[in-house]
């Protein structure tokens, strides 16, 4: 390939990187179907043919954004699960990686929750082609680190699916309920300090829950905590803020 080709080449990717970061914006705030091709192509300054050119159509650009943004996620989430680690380092790993993305992630959450009120309703193709592709992969992985886990002695008999609810369950549930939790707690879920308190604590309450021995979890858990600091974030995080009117 000459130099001249090469630059062309770097330049059509260039491109096309640009289309997709502003299609995943687009899309993350509006859906499929309150997103503009028109914003689309001005935030990535580019024409409308250009973008054509790249994508057939509106949705086929939707489905290469939630291809793209999704995965991001599933990297991240497999190099948690990465054999080099303890089965139960990968599950410890996993909890803090999942916690994480719930609130750093917001593209990723708010496509996902459009693809399954889309998939519930049977217009989703994306659903199935990730949840194969990506979310099955990831369980096996799971169920791979209870089963040695409870094999080598580090973790107790239990069913791995359980310790897959649990784990991600308890992160799920505390960000569904933070509105009722402000008002019925004396402090702010979303706060930073609020927010490092659960995170910790939930990676804590695994070690101790996991593990046939609990002081081996316990320090586990610390060791985790320490390697994989919290993201930083805002302290009025966009994502959480209520909106009034």
Same mark, same amino acid.
């Given at each position: ?5 090469? $630059? $062309?080449?770097?330049? +059509? ?8 970061? =502003? =299609?995943?914006? @687009?899309?993350?705030? $509006? ?11 001005? *935030? ?7 973008? !054509?050119? !790249?994508?057939? /159509? ?6 290469? =954004? ?9 990297? /991240? ?11 139960? @380092?990968?599950?410890?790993?996993? +909890? ?27 217009? *989703?193709?994306? &659903? ?16 791979? %680190?209870?089963? @040695?886990?409870?094999?080598?002695? @580090? ?10 609810? *649990? &784990?991600?369950?308890? /992160?799920?549930? !505390? ?5 009722? &939790? ?5 402090? #702010? ?12 604590? =939930? ?17 586990? %858990? /610390? ?6 600091? &919290?993201?930083?974030? #805002? ?11």
């Amino acid at each position: 390939m000459s130099f001249l080709d090469k $630059h $062309h080449q770097d330049r +059509a990717e260039q491109t096309r990187e640009r289309i997709l970061r =502003a =299609a995943i914006q @687009e899309f993350s705030t $509006h859906g499929l179907s309150g997103a503009r091709i028109d914003a689309i192509a001005d *935030s990535a300054k580019a024409n409308k043919a250009l973008l !054509y050119y !790249y994508f057939k /159509n509106k949705k086929s650009l939707y489905e290469a =954004a939630v291809e793209k943004v999704s995965g991001r996620v599933v990297e /991240n989430a497999l190099a948690a699960l990465d054999s080099k680690f303890s089965p139960g @380092e990968r599950l410890l790993r996993s +909890a803090l990686v999942h916690f994480d993305r719930i609130f750093t992630q917001h593209e990723f959450q708010s496509l996902l929750q459009q693809e399954m009120v889309r998939f519930r309703s049977g217009q *989703s193709k994306s &659903m199935p082609l990730f949840a194969q592709k990506a979310f099955k992969p990831l369980l096996e992985k799971l169920r791979q %680190a209870v089963n @040695e886990g409870t094999r080598t002695g @580090e973790l107790c008999e239990m069913d791995w699916l359980q310790v897959t609810y *649990s &784990m991600f369950g308890a /992160n799920v549930f !505390y960000f569904l309920s933070a509105p009722l &939790m402000e008002i019925a707690l004396p402090f #702010k879920p979303f706060e930073v300090k609020a927010l490092e308190s659960r995170r910790r604590a =939930a990676v804590q309450f695994l070690g101790k829950a996991l593990f046939k021995d609990r002081i081996h979890g316990i320090k586990l %858990a /610390n060791c985790v905590l320490a390697d994989m600091p &919290m993201p930083r974030i #805002k302290k009025t995080n966009a994502l959480f803020r209520r909106k009034d009117g």
